[in-house]
C-alpha cells in the first residue's frame, strides 16, 4: 500500500483517526503476509505516516533533556485519553462488542475445517507448473476461468486459468508493480488494483474489457476494495475518500461522496459507509444512475462499519471496534453477527452460501446455512467467491509468500457439506 508524505511541524499532532485508517490498511494489505511482513508494513507506516509522531519524540526528548521528554509524554497522554470516540490500536486486538444492539444476540462459533471440506478442497485444486504463482483475485459466474495475479516468471501479469490449469496471459503488469491487491469480474468486466509488494508506491485501477480485449486505466490512489456489477465500477481512494461510480462502457465518472470510507454493489444499489471511524453509516444510490436512494430500514441503525461486500439482497461487513465481528444483510431481515474473530476479520466476499473474511493468520469461511464459520490454513489471498463458486488460494509449502508455488482450488460452495450447527 502507498502512504503520501507531507511536510509536518517538528512535533507534529497526533491524528488518531489517521492511525486507525492507516493500521486498517497495513492489514488489508497483509491479506497475504509472509512471517514478518505485517511487522515490515507497520514498520513502513510508522518511518512514512505524516503524521505520526511516536519516531520524533524519543529524538526530541534526547534534545531537550529528560524532563522535556516527560512533560511531553505527559501532554501525549493526556490528549490520547481525550479521543474518546476512537478505538485503540492494538497489536492483539481485545474482542469488543459492536456499537449496533443486535450484535448483542450473537450465537456463532467456530468449527475446525471439516475433513469433507479438505478433501473437497485438494480434489478442486487446479494443476500448474511448480514455477507458477497464481494468487486468484476474481473468478467467473461459472467457476470456468480464475484470473490471478503471477509474479513467478520472469514476465509477470494478469492471467485466466480454466480448470484443467491451462494458463491464458490477459496483459502484463505496469512498470513497477507485481501482485493484485483487490478486484473483481462482472462476466464482462474485469477490474484490479495493480500493487507492488515490496515498495510502497500507490496503486493503479485497471480495467479489461473481456468481450474486446480492450484495456483502461482509471485511477490511482489507495484503494482497500474495488467493486464491479453490471459494467459499473466503484471505488474510493484513501487518499481523498472520494466515491466514484463510473460506467465501464461509456466511460462516465460520476462522484457521489467525498467522505466515504467503503463501497460496494448490491444490486441494484450502490451502498457505501460514511463517517468516521467509530460511527460510519451506510448510505444508498442507484447504481444505475447514481442518484441518492433510501436505505432498507433494517440498515439504518447500523454503525461501525468496515470492509462490506454485496450481492443483490444481502451484504456483509465487518464492525465492531477492533474489526472483529463479520456481519450479515439479507433483505427483509435484521442484520446480525454471524462470527467473532479472536483478533479481526476483513471481510472481502459473499456467495450465495459463503462468506469469506481474512483474519491474521488464516481465511474464515462463514456457512450461512447454519452460521458457523471455519477456518482454511496456509491461505495467500482471501477466499474469492462470485455466487455459488468458491476459489482459494494457498500456498503448497505452508508458507504464504508471494514468491512461493501456491494451489488455485475451485469448487462449488453449495455442493460442501454444512458446517456443524452452533
Not at 497522554?77 to 474482542?95: D, E, G, H
Not at 460506467?247 to 459507509?273: E, H, K, N, V
Not at 440498515?299 to 463479520?326: E, F, K, N
Request: glycine share 8%; net charge neutral; charged share 15%.
Amino acid at each position: 500500500m502507498a502512504w503520501l508524505r507531507r511536510e509536518v511541524a517538528v512535533v507534529p499532532e497526533v491524528d488518531m483517526d489517521e492511525l486507525m485508517k492507516q493500521h486498517l490498511q497495513a492489514k488489508r494489505a497483509a491479506m497475504n503476509p509472509p512471517a514478518g511482513f505485517h511487522d515490515r508494513l507497520v514498520a513502513r507506516l510508522d518511518k512514512s505516516s505524516p503524521r505520526k509522531p511516536f519516531g520524533a519524540l524519543p529524538q526530541l526528548a534526547m534534545a531537550l533533556g529528560v524532563v522535556m521528554g516527560v512533560a511531553l509524554l505527559a501532554v501525549g497522554i493526556s490528549y490520547l485519553k481525550s479521543q474518546s470516540t476512537v478505538a485503540p490500536v492494538r497489536a492483539t486486538p481485545t474482542v469488543l462488542p459492536s456499537a449496533s444492539p443486535s450484535a448483542r444476540g450473537y450465537a456463532g462459533c467456530l468449527v475446525p475445517l471439516p475433513a469433507s471440506w479438505s478433501q473437497a478442497l485438494s480434489g478442486g485444486a487446479i494443476k500448474t507448473a511448480p514455477s507458477d504463482a497464481p494468487a486468484a483475485f476474481a473468478i467467473s459466474p461459472d467457476g470456468s476461468r480464475v484470473f490471478a495475479g503471477d509474479a513467478a516468471k520472469a514476465w509477470m501479469g494478469i492471467v485466466a486459468l480454466d480448470r484443467s490449469g491451462r494458463e491464458t496471459r490477459i496483459t502484463s503488469f505496469l512498470p513497477g508493480y507485481d501482485m493484485v491487491i483487490t478486484g473483481g469480474f462482472d462476466g464482462r468486466w474485469l477490474l484490479w488494483a495493480e500493487a507492488n509488494y515490496h515498495v510502497q508506491r500507490q496503486l493503479t485501477l485497471r480495467a479489461w474489457d473481456s468481450s474486446n480485449n480492450r484495456f483502461m486505466t482509471l485511477s490511482t490512489g489507495v484503494f482497500e476494495q474495488v467493486s464491479v456489477d453490471h459494467g459499473k465500477a466503484a471505488w474510493i481512494s484513501t487518499v481523498d475518500r472520494q466515491l466514484h461510480l463510473f460506467d465501464l462502457a461509456s466511460g462516465s465518472d460520476q462522484r457521489l461522496d467525498a467522505s466515504s470510507s467503503y463501497a460496494t454493489f448490491s444490486w441494484p444499489m450502490l451502498i457505501w459507509a460514511q463517517g468516521s471511524t467509530g460511527d460510519a453509516r451506510l448510505h444508498a444510490a442507484s447504481a444505475v444512475t447514481g442518484k441518492a436512494i433510501t436505505l432498507p430500514a433494517e440498515l439504518s441503525s447500523i454503525r461501525d462499519i468496515h470492509y462490506i461486500v454485496g450481492a443483490p439482497g444481502r451484504l456483509a461487513w465487518s464492525g465492531g471496534q477492533t474489526v472483529t465481528d463479520v456481519w450479515f444483510w439479507n433483505a427483509g431481515s435484521q442484520p446480525r453477527v454471524l462470527f467473532r474473530a479472536p483478533d479481526y476479520a476483513d471481510v472481502v466476499s459473499i456467495g450465495s452460501t459463503l462468506v469469506g473474511a481474512v483474519g491474521s493468520s488464516a481465511d474464515y469461511l462463514v456457512d450461512l446455512r447454519t452460521g458457523a464459520t471455519t477456518e482454511v490454513p496456509n491461505r495467500v489471498l482471501g477466499p474469492v467467491l462470485n455466487g455459488d463458486v468458491l476459489a482459494l488460494t494457498r500456498s503448497t509449502s505452508g508458507v504464504t509468500e508471494m514468491s512461493v508455488p501456491m494451489t488455485i482450488s475451485v469448487l462449488s460452495s453449495s455442493a460442501l457439506p454444512q458446517l456443524a450447527g452452533c
